[in-house]
Nanobody, 116 residues
Framework: QVHLVESGGGLLQPGGSLRLSCAAS????????MSWFRQAPGKERELVAT????????NYANSVAGRCTISRDNTKNTVYLQINSLKPEDTAVYYC?????????WGQGTQVTVSS
């Protein structure tokens, strides 16, 4: 059974940094691209970043490009998201996602609040 568990959220100050982790299990992690999404209050869920199966390629949303890094450790079945220079508009619930054989799986999400 596919299981994704996010961690690392919390209350952060503007200008600070966050590093989220997503621990995966129940599938062959090093065969699949992984993505981070976020959903702010009252808004639709949006794609933040995607990393390919071996970590050699990544794509980012315009809203985080230049201050965001997605990475993965295939020995630990974990994908990470780091965002620097945090802004209040980064406040959201952050989710990791994997698509396996056309089936989409989500973690439970981790809340990130950026506020002074």
């Amino acid at each position: 059974q596919v299981h994704l568990v996010e961690s690392g959220g919390g209350l952060l100050q503007p200008g600070g940094s966050l590093r989220l982790s997503c621990a995966a299990s129940g599938f062959t992690f090093n065969m699949y691209a992984m993505s981070w999404f976020r959903q702010a209050p009252g808004k639709e869920r949006e794609l933040v970043a995607t990393i390919n199966y071996n970590g050699e390629s990544a794509n980012y949303a315009n809203s985080v490009a230049g201050r965001c890094t997605i990475s993965r450790d295939n020995t630990k079945n974990t994908v990470y998201l780091q965002i620097n220079s945090l802004k209040p508009e980064d406040t959201a619930v952050y989710y990791c996602q994997v698509i396996i054989l056309l089936q989409t799986y989500w973690g439970q999400g981790t809340q990130v609040t950026v506020s002074s």
